[in-house]
Every structure is written in C-alpha cells, then in structure tokens.
C-alpha cells in the first residue's frame, strides 16, 4: 500500500510539474504577456490649464480633449466628462511602455485613445483598455478643478 501512495505522489509531482512549465509558455509565448515592461513614472511641476483661454476651447465642453505633450513621460491626455470632472491619462501606451512608439494619441473620431504602434485601445471613461494587447489600464493623474483653472499633478491615482 506505501508503493501506492509514493507513486501517486509521484506521478502528482510531475504532472503539477508539467504545468507549471506549460503555464510559464502560456504567459511568455503564446498568451498575454503579463510580465512586460513596468510603466515609466516621471516627476513634474503641477500643470495649471486656465479653461476659459481660446487655446482650452476644446475642454469647455463635456467629451472634449487635449493632447499635452509636457507632463507625464510623452505628454498628458486630458479629458472633460464634466465642467467639475476632468481626466487626465499618461500618453505612455501601458503594453511595452519603453518601446520608443508606444504613445497614445486620441483617436481621429475622438471617441478612444489608441497606440498605433501596437495597436491598443483605451476607454475616456478610466483609461482601461479596450482593445489588446494591453492589459493593464493608462496612468491616471490627479485632477482639481477651481473656478476655470484646471490643475493636474503627477500624483497617479489608479
């Protein structure tokens, strides 16, 4: 009866083997690669947006945007969901962040932001993707909204 269980045990520890080496392929080669790169973080001085300047107009009303390219790592993405709810996502694409394309633009309808180098989506709404290969969703950064000025810091909030 002890030959019995040894074996069984045996035979348990291979197989439990055999998968876990097939679920390291899994995630490394053929699956999502969920050990890609971490995102880059950066310090930077407090944006300060004065929204009822011409150069804001887009801000001023709900579902528009503005591309910054000061703050973050690449620039700042900023977007009105209403006059006291502003969002503000790094344009560092969140799948293989330090490959020199990964960038983040909005979308020519204006309705998500994509990375055209690998070609994932994000949602306005959290900065979540919505297309793959991303996994992991866009850095979101503080916002505060007094009167007409907007301010965004780099303390991330997601």
């Avoid at 030959?3 to 197989?15: L, Y």
């Avoid at 591309?67 to 969002?87: A, D, E, F, H, N």
């Avoid at 969140?94 to 998500?112: I, K, Q």
Wanted: hydrophobic letters at 40%; one cysteine or more; charged letters at 15%.
């Amino acid at each position: 009866m002890a030959s019995w269980v040894v074996k069984v045990e045996r035979d348990f520890m291979r197989i439990l083997k055999n998968s876990i080496w097939l679920g390291l392929f899994l995630i490394s080669g053929c699956g999502r690669e969920l050990m890609d790169d971490f995102i880059p973080i950066t310090a930077f001085p407090d944006i300060v947006l004065n929204l009822s300047l011409p150069s804001q107009n887009s801000l001023q009303v709900d579902g528009g945007y503005l591309q910054l390219s000061s703050g973050g790592v690449r620039g700042i993405i900023v977007y009105r969901v209403s006059s006291s709810t502003y969002m503000a996502y790094e344009r560092t694409c969140s799948f293989r962040p330090n490959e020199a394309c990964a960038t983040v633009d909005v979308h020519s309808s204006g309705l998500f932001m994509i990375d055209t180098c690998c070609g994932s989506t994000f949602s306005f709404t959290d900065g979540s993707p919505t297309g793959s290969p991303a996994w992991r969703p866009l850095n979101r950064y503080r916002t505060q909204v007094s009167g007409v000025t907007l301010t965004i810091t780099d303390e991330i909030i997601n």
